[in-house]
């Protein structure tokens, strides 16, 4: 069985008891940070090996290392193959700089795009200006409705009830 199928059975196993499920998470949610905090300290390092090797030199069990690569995926410049991924898969962490936070403020992870390590890839109106597009991004704009009575938006200079709202 794959990795990513291990990692998913046990991480969003709905028969699990709510507070060892919360356990499990924020336990999680630690080890992440501290992974975070090596890549994002050397941002331009080319991080590759088997998953195996990066969960030995991240000092993480290899179910902690896929539940990293799960998390991480979107955000790779060239993303790893995590569905069929086994313990020898060669896979990568060099990840898209921007992307990276972005995902971060969308996943609402403050602990993560927090980080005092983005002081030094980008200055904090930059930041500032990611976190406003990521979260713009997921605002719907409702146009104004247009009245019965409204010139038709179509152009044709009759009333909306006698064009297009028939």
């Not at 291990?6 to 499920?21: D, G, H, M, P, R």
């Not at 962490?93 to 980080?115: H, I, P, Q, S």
């Not at 713009?136 to 009245?147: E, F, I």
Request: with cysteine.
């Amino acid at each position: 069985m794959a990795l990513l199928e291990n990692w998913q059975k046990v991480a969003y196993n709905e028969k699990t008891n709510k507070q060892e499920l919360q356990k499990f998470w924020q336990r999680y949610f630690l080890i992440e940070k501290g992974v975070y905090e090596q890549l994002l300290t050397n941002p331009d390092e080319k991080v590759e090996g088997t998953v195996k090797e990066l969960a030995q030199k991240y000092d993480l069990s290899i179910m902690d290392m896929t539940g990293f690569l799960d998390g991480i995926n979107d955000s790779l410049i060239e993303p790893n193959p995590i569905e069929t991924m086994e313990e020898d898969t060669v896979v990568n962490l060099v990840f898209d700089k921007e992307k990276l936070y972005k995902n971060m403020v969308e996943a609402r992870a403050e602990w993560l795009y927090e980080l005092p390590m983005w002081d030094n890839i980008f200055d904090k109106e930059t930041q500032h200006n990611l976190f406003l597009e990521q979260r713009k991004s997921g605002t719907v704009v409702v146009g104004k409705k247009v009245g019965r009575n409204d010139p038709c938006p179509c152009g044709s200079g009759k009333k909306y009830k006698k064009c297009c709202g028939r």
